[in-house]
């Protein structure tokens, strides 16, 4: 686990180091400092991520535009800038590793070769797109807001990839939530994909209804099948494997109890992995520790649910 810390226990210390953490013996690989209290923030418009090889943190202030790649096992500095005719770069991590960067007045995405560390492709974004976001790095997906330069609260668009870096599919998701923040260009909370197949909630039609969750084709960018909510419920999902996608439904007013449910990848066949009470007093705290956009992440293993917010 790569992490992010302040140089000092003094109150509103900056984020200065960064470390890596083995979390199956508990104890710290390296830490290494990154930048100056002069040059560093507060944690705002911070990346950080970790692949199988590389741990890389990337942030851009007034001061300073910072980006950095460290080996995973040594802590050794693998490059300490964003590409060549970029400025920072901000990262996603998974099974290897992509930056988006700002690059001659466009966004840019670049996938790191495992080995070298070096930008293995980089694919220039259309030059029309609003804010762009980090969606995915293995597959490499992209959200962006088109139209409305004013409401960029979320992506309306995601973007897949050849293995030349041309563009695969062009997915319009105006009426879904990918959970994209606008101000952090890496990672879309409320969207998980597989190497085929994104999937992605809806809204909530209208206030007395709930959402539908949509499989796409990530080569054509068409709809594979939908699975409805029943009467209030609102579903999202929390991650997705070859067998298909695991989905947390809020119950909403339903007073069903939520749960936590495995939609299969060909035909969206639930399965229910684990359900809540049908208290309504639970039913409500998880909707509050669930908000549509997934900003604050839900896990679930080997059969546990875990919820956490991390604002007021």
């Known amino acids: 686990m790569a992490v992010v810390l302040a140089g000092s226990k003094k109150p ?3 984020c200065t180091e960064v470390a890596v953490i083995d979390i199956n ?14 040059t560093a923030t507060m ?11 590389f741990a890389a943190v990337g942030w851009a202030t007034d001061e300073a535009e910072e980006s950095w790649g460290f080996a995973i096992d040594t802590g050794k500095t693998v490059w300490d800038s964003a590409p060549p005719g970029c400025d920072y770069e901000e990262y996603v991590g998974g099974s290897t590793l992509a930056g988006l960067a ?3 007045d466009r966004f840019a995405v670049s996938q790191r070769d495992p080995l070298t560390g070096k930008p293995s492709r980089t694919v220039k974004l259309p030059d029309d797109l609003g804010y762009s976001y980090l969606a995915s790095a293995d597959p490499l997906v992209v959200a962006s807001y088109v139209g409305d330069e004013d409401n960029q609260l979320d992506a309306n668009r995601l973007w897949t990839f050849n293995t030349d870096g041309s563009v695969k599919a062009t997915i319009k998701v105006d009426d879904y939530v990918p959970g994209c923040q606008s101000g952090t260009g890496t990672g879309c909370g409320a969207f998980v994909a597989t190497q085929d197949t994104p999937y992605i909630g809806s809204d909530e039609e209208h206030i007395t209804s709930g959402n539908h969750l949509a499989a796409f084709d990530m080569g054509t960018g068409k709809r594979k099948w939908t699975v409805d909510g029943v009467g209030w419920s609102v579903t999202r999902p929390l991650r997705a494997d070859d067998t298909g ?11 069903d ?15 229910v992995l684990l359900k809540q009470s049908k208290d ?17 992440p839900i896990l679930y293993e080997d059969g546990r649910l875990f919820f956490h917010r991390a604002s007021g």
Request: proline residues 1%; hydrophobic residues 35%.
């Open 43 to 53: 944690g705002l418009d911070l990346s950080v991520a970790i692949s199988e090889s």
């Open 257 to 271: 109890g939520s749960g936590v449910f495995h939609l299969a990848a060909a035909d969206g066949k639930q399965t």
């Open 12 to 14: 509103y210390s900056k």
């Open 245 to 255: 996608v695991i989905v947390f439904n809020h119950a909403g007013q339903n007073r």
């Open 25 to 38: 013996h508990g104890r710290k690989v390296w830490q290494k400092t990154v930048a100056s209290d002069s």
């Open 102 to 104: 700002w690059c001659d």
């Open 280 to 296: 309504f007093a639970i039913s409500d705290t998880t909707a509050q520790l669930s908000p549509e956009t997934m900003r604050d």
